[in-house]
């Protein structure tokens, strides 16, 4: 699986690039079909509280799953972006399961 991190208008730090790997190579245990994630970090609106933007695209092989999530850390952002993906796995495997 190809973990591909862009921070957009900004540098992540090695700790968030680090977090972000360890945290999105668990993905595997949902799903062995996966090829490629990729994470987009953003700031919006920069003068707001919660303005840490992450996006998790998730390619496999019957298409993509996508989450995109805004809160006060990217850590945060990014936990909550692959709870929702956990979620689309486990459908996408249900749909596997039944063809």
């Not at 006060?72 to 952002?77: M, Y």
Request: charged share 35%.
């Amino acid at each position: 699986m190809d973990i591909n991190i862009k921070a957009i208008k900004f540098d992540a730090t090695d700790k968030l690039q680090e977090f972000i790997t360890k945290k999105v190579s668990k993905l595997s245990k949902f799903c062995d079909d996966i090829r490629k994630v990729e994470v987009s970090l953003k700031v919006v609106k920069p003068e707001t509280a919660n303005n840490k933007q992450a996006c998790l695209t998730v390619s496999l092989p019957g298409g993509e799953l996508f989450a995109e999530k805004v809160s006060d850390t990217f850590e945060e952002s990014v936990m909550e972006s692959l709870a929702a993906i956990e979620k689309q796995l486990g459908k996408y495997k249900e749909k596997q399961t039944n063809i």
